[in-house]
């Protein structure tokens, strides 16, 4: 016995409207997940080294950018100011710590010079200026005998 159909599939035309919906939101999600959202910051460039070794104990960081401003703890700072904000930033640890400077390529060796010198006023045993790693994929040798690729 064979059933009369009342339905046939896909008759009429094609809806496009339930697809564009999702495309859009698919669309909306994807910029604001991507890089076009502002990120706060100062864009700094620093140099590539490799082979370096890292650091122990407290670390301060200052930021030195391309125009010569200094930034200390996320804020444009002066020099003296700097050097008060590093007593007392050693006066709470307790201990002797080490400045970084995130100094970008542009800048003089002669800004970075006097910076390491005033945090040396100010009680810093050791400023280190910051490196990006090389941007190969290879992993690091910290060791001097390693053979070195042409």
Not at 42 to 54: K, M, N
Not at 122 to 136: F, I, N
């Amino acid at each position: 016995m064979k059933f009369p159909r009342q339905n046939k599939p896909f008759r009429g035309s094609f809806d496009f409207a339930p697809y564009m919906g999702v495309f859009f939101l698919f669309i909306i999600f994807v910029v604001l997940q991507s890089s076009v959202v502002y990120q706060p910051g100062v864009q700094v460039d620093l140099p590539r080294a490799e082979g370096l070794p890292g650091i122990e104990g407290p670390v301060l960081v200052a930021v030195v950018d391309a125009t010569g401003q200094i930034f200390y703890d996320n804020q444009i700072i002066g020099e003296k100011a700097l050097q008060t904000a590093l007593r007392s930033e050693l006066r709470r640890l307790g201990q002797s710590a080490t400045l970084v400077i995130q100094a970008d390529g542009n800048v003089k060796y002669d800004q970075l010079l006097h910076l390491s010198t005033l945090a040396r006023e100010a009680g810093v045993q050791k400023a280190l200026l910051a490196t990006r790693p090389p941007p190969t994929g290879e992993p690091l040798t910290l060791s001097t005998n390693a053979p070195r690729k042409p």
